[in-house]
């Protein structure tokens, strides 16, 4: 195992990112990536790296505490695993708002996307791959 993923608690060689999936009044948010470059005004889910000694569910509530300004709770896995090579593997988890109101803090902006509209969303192509699960929820919403 590597140090990186010894430190992330993953599997051999793994460590994580995680995304975190904020539905309200049958909408999902996004974020507006301002880095790095490549990837500048391209939109995601908000998320980051799992630090040392976290696990994957206090790393995305302390990201979205820094990125959106929001204590929030995280909840189920949403959408597949998404690898990225060099032993990264990108996971999203549906998040639930326990209190603030989410800002750009760490984003170009924020947006909230029902089904009709998320599919005119520029997405990271790393987010992609959750784009049929994502509309399958809007869907029910
Ligand atoms: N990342 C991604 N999709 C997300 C969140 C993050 O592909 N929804 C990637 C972009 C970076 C890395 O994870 O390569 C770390 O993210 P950040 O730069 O936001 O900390």
Redesign the pocket.
């Given at each position: 195992m590597s140090d990186e993923a010894a430190r992330a608690g993953g599997a051999a060689d793994e460590y994580e990112?995680v995304?975190g999936a904020i539905f309200r009044d049958g909408r999902l948010l996004l974020a507006q990536r301002i880095r790095p470059p490549e990837?500048a005004g391209m939109w995601?889910?908000?998320?980051?790296?799992v630090e040392a000694f976290e696990t994957p569910q206090h790393a995305l509530e302390r990201e979205l505490a820094e990125e959106l300004g929001v204590v929030v709770r995280c909840g189920r896995r949403i959408g597949v695993d998404v690898a990225l090579g060099r032993g990264r593997v990108?996971r999203a988890y549906r998040v639930d708002i326990l209190a603030g109101e989410p800002a750009a803090l760490d984003h170009a902006q924020l947006a909230w996307v029902d089904a009709d509209d998320l599919e005119k969303f520029d997405m990271?192509v790393?987010?992609q791959a959750w784009i049929p699960d994502l509309l399958t929820e809007l869907r029910r919403l």
């Open positions: 990112i995304a990837l995601e889910l908000p998320g980051g790296k990108l990271v790393n987010d």
